[in-house]
């Protein structure tokens, strides 16, 4: 059966983030993930995972200064103390919410010309986060974004991402295979998926274009689930989607589900 958690940062927005967790419960959901939790208390975020009876099943790193335009410190060399404080603090969230994955953005690339040198200070980063996170039975995540919706992000190639993982041959980092970004950059989804199975750590889902719900677009996901369930991924998809209309609403693709996959 397929786990499904819903990503509190995209659905049921209608509702304040707090609120959202017995928006998704009442949804049937006992699994959720969310982007950013760091403007709420751990205590009040606890309390609405215990009180609704639902597990964090991932969070990322602190991005630095989202409304400035960053996406992700780990390819910054001159904010290296910035991005060990961030990996402090997503350390300081997950453990105490018993969230075992951690995605961490890579950054905006100034020019091309630098991404030699990025790429050198983004591996050197990884490895500093993933040692800290293994002290926690932690797994990080790295994920390929298409430049379409955040142009000039450094991690914005698939091959790229697997060549870095590879590389830094480190157990608890892993890739987190989001099926609108690989669509939007490259599409050839579940023979990619096959061939680095064993180096994926989490999936993320929404339909192309839009970023909508499954259904509403080009991706036909009843082959995706049905692809899923033969390749035996044991892990959580996070349904990292923007409703088309109300968020309630946006649920019907789960019951055409073959042997009612469903919510966890």
Request: hydrophobic share 35%.
């Amino acid at each position: 059966m397929h786990q499904f958690a819903a990503n509190l940062s995209t659905i049921f927005t209608e509702v304040p983030f707090l609120e959202r967790f017995k928006k998704a419960k009442q949804a049937g959901f006992s699994l959720v993930e969310c982007q950013f939790p760091y403007r709420y208390s751990i205590e009040d975020i606890k309390k609405q995972l215990v009180e609704h009876q639902q597990s964090m099943v991932l969070i990322n790193l602190p991005p630095g200064d989202w409304v400035k335009g960053d996406r992700g410190l780990a390819i910054a060399s001159n904010r290296s103390e910035e991005f060990r404080e961030s990996v402090d603090l997503g350390i300081h969230y997950a453990t105490n919410l018993k969230t075992y994955n951690i995605h961490c953005m890579s950054g905006i690339l100034a020019t091309e010309e630098e991404k030699e040198h990025a790429r050198e200070v983004y591996i050197k980063n990884i490895k500093y986060a993933a040692a800290k996170m293994a002290e926690h039975n932690l797994t990080l995540m790295i994920e390929p974004i298409n430049k379409f919706d955040i142009p000039g992000y450094f991690l914005s190639n698939f091959n790229d991402a697997v060549d870095i993982v590879q590389e830094v041959q480190l157990p608890n980092v892993k890739l987190q295979y989001d099926f609108y970004h690989i669509q939007r950059m490259q599409g050839n989804l579940m023979a990619t998926f096959q061939r680095y199975s064993n180096l994926i750590g989490h999936i993320q889902i929404a339909d192309v274009p839009g970023r909508h719900q499954p259904g509403t677009g080009e991706i036909h996901y009843q082959q995706v689930f049905n692809f899923l369930k033969n390749s035996r991924y044991e892990g959580y998809i996070g349904l990292e989607y923007v409703p088309k209309e109300k968020s309630e609403d946006s649920f019907g693709w789960l019951s055409s589900i073959e042997n009612g996959g469903g919510k966890s």
